[in-house]
């Protein structure tokens, strides 16, 4: 691995179905992020962790929830998706809190 | 309310000139604003970062500047290329988080 990998790429999900995205990044960062991307808004942060263990939340938190059991890896979860989280989700890292971000590719998810 | 915008219109610029880009923001005091690149399909990259306290920054082709006073930032690509086409994004540091701009969408033709 180098950098910040995501997965799955892209995914359509029913509505009403949970889902996991993917994030690991091997810089050994200590803040990671969950950013949302929608045409003409921005980024805007879902959740956010300062360090392994701990999590925080973002300026749109709603439907959502992560987990930070260890430094490579923060899961971002869908307890159960409705439409409006269409979107593409970008998983970041750094090494402190409003440091220079590291993005991964990026999950194109769309909820029918 | 708090704000940072961006020109929410593409740019297009003709190659070999210089690229402009506006990032102007409202009720935040950061400590610094960086800007980033992103291509269709992919996820920002960092290009610049400048301080409260710098009133410049460069790069190669790119130059950053930061008007703490006018609360903006410009981003300006010299002699610009086909390649330079992308989304340009600016963000600002707020409690220990960074807010985003929308993006600009630059377009340089041939």
């Known amino acids: 691995i180098a950098g910040i990998t995501q997965a799955p790429t892209s995914q359509i999900l029913a509505a009403g179905r949970r889902m996991t995205l993917r994030c690991t990044q091997d810089?050994?960062?200590?803040?990671m992020y969950w950013y949302r991307q929608d045409l003409g808004l921005g980024l805007r942060l879902i959740h956010y962790s300062n360090t392994a263990g701990t999590t925080g939340k973002g300026e749109v938190p709603d439907g959502y929830s992560v987990s930070r059991a260890n430094t490579d890896d923060f899961p971002l979860t869908l307890a159960s998706a409705v439409p409006s989280q269409t979107s593409v989700y970008f998983c970041a890292s750094s090494y402190e809190g409003s440091d220079t971000q590291y993005f991964g590719p990026g999950t194109r998810l769309t909820v029918l | 309310s708090q704000k940072i915008e961006q020109n929410s219109e593409a740019l297009n610029i003709q190659e070999g000139k210089t690229a402009t880009l506006t990032c102007n923001y409202t009720?935040?005091?950061?400590?610094?604003l960086q800007w980033y690149r992103q291509d269709p399909g992919r996820g920002p990259v960092f290009l610049l970062l400048?301080?409260?306290n710098e009133k410049e920054k460069r790069k190669e082709r790119l130059k950053v500047t930061f008007d703490t006073t006018l609360k903006q930032s410009l981003f300006h690509i010299t002699a610009s290329q086909p390649a330079d086409s992308a989304t340009y994004l600016c963000?600002?540091?707020?409690?220990?988080?960074?807010?985003w701009g929308a993006g600009t969408k630059l377009i340089i033709k041939p």
């Open positions: 009720n935040y005091s950061p400590a610094y």
């Open positions: 963000a600002l540091n707020s409690n220990y988080q960074l807010i």
């Open positions: 400048i301080r409260e």
């Open positions: 810089m050994r960062h200590n803040a």
